[in-house]
């Protein structure tokens, strides 16, 4: 019975470090073909990786800043929305803490000290205001902005945003991933190696029912997500926004600028009920909120054009003002 006992302790030690180095070298490949692009911070004491189109003559305009969704990185939406707004706007792309190349940091994985980061890098910026642009779990980020920083808010848009209470849970790997000790060794050996396989129809599953760009895989470096510090963060993340929903929800009306919502009808991972109909257009007054019809989860690629306008409606109003 000892002996059996060992054979499977040894079995299983060789299992961990075989995921273990596989984990590595899978990771190290990612970073190799998806470098950082951008510029660096320190903020809150860590670093913020960010992309900056730089300063236009006209200081009356806002800023925009675009913050990515659960598991992304500023490369996802940039190939989007880069080209048509950084002759008219300064525009700031950034990775979240803890995602892509932002280092992360004690309390980091709460939405609101998340937030914090966006308004201190602007300070560092020195930009006065900004629309802010949030995607899914981005949303979180975005609203909670519009509430905590509104003097720096020119304006909000939300699209898919997660914001209110849901009632079905998270995907089981973000459970074990944000389990103590368990979920740190998860991320570092069977994420990234599953991962790996998986990555390719899981993404495509974020744009269902509309069809994924060709290139995403290579414009949109999402595959940065399956990196053990990145998964590791992003599951700690994911585990903790209901708890800021659930706390925020109810401070959505203290938001008084123009807010754009757009959320796809055939939506699966982020509720239009919840989060955009019962939710942020009943909460904040002034509100626009535009379904999508035929669209899932990614709005920012499937109706970047009408977007695109939002921004500028709102650019418009800031200016005239």
């Given at each position: ?5 060992k ?47 730089g ?21 996802d939406?940039?190939p ?10 300064r ?14 940091f ?12 966006v ?28 509430v ?51 990555y ?7 744009f ?17 997500a ?43 991972i ?14 904040i ?12 989860h ?8 009408q ?15």
């Amino acid at each position: 019975m000892a002996l059996i006992f060992k054979l499977f302790l040894g079995l299983l030690a060789l299992t961990l470090t075989t995921l273990f180095i596989y984990a590595y070298i899978i990771s190290k490949n990612i970073q190799n073909n998806f470098p950082p692009i951008g510029k660096f911070k320190t903020i809150n004491g860590a670093k913020l990786h960010y992309f900056d189109t730089g300063e236009i003559s006209d200081k009356a305009k806002p800023a925009i800043i675009f913050i990515h969704g659960a598991g992304g990185n500023l490369q996802d939406p940039m190939p989007i929305y880069r080209k048509p707004l950084e002759s008219k706007f300064r525009v700031i792309f950034l990775d979240r803490p803890g995602q892509g190349y932002s280092e992360s940091f004690e309390g980091s994985n709460d939405v609101a000290i998340q937030t914090s980061s966006v308004a201190k890098l602007m300070e560092e910026l020195k930009i006065e205001k900004a629309i802010v642009v949030g995607h899914s779990f981005g949303g979180a980020l975005t609203s909670a902005f519009g509430v905590l920083y509104p003097e720096k808010t020119a304006g909000l848009i939300l699209l898919a945003p997660v914001t209110h209470p849901w009632h079905t849970g998270v995907d089981w790997h973000y459970d074990l991933g944000n389990t103590p000790i368990l979920g740190w060794l998860f991320s570092r050996t069977l994420a990234p190696v599953a991962g790996h396989y998986i990555y390719p129809n899981a993404i495509k599953r974020l744009f269902l029912p509309n069809e994924m760009p060709s290139d995403y895989k290579e414009t949109s470096a999402t595959k940065l997500a399956l990196v053990p510090s990145n998964f590791h963060s992003n599951a700690k993340d994911v585990a903790r926004v209901h708890a800021h929903v659930e706390k925020f929800q109810n401070r959505y009306k203290e938001i008084t600028a123009p807010t754009h919502i757009y959320h796809g009808d055939e939506d699966d991972i982020v509720s239009l009920e919840i989060h955009s109909i019962n939710g942020l257009s009943k909460d904040i007054k002034q509100s626009k909120l535009f379904v999508l019809e035929g669209v899932g989860h990614k709005p920012d690629y499937v109706a970047s054009e009408q977007i695109i306008k939002s921004i500028l409606e709102i650019a418009n109003e800031s200016t005239s003002k």
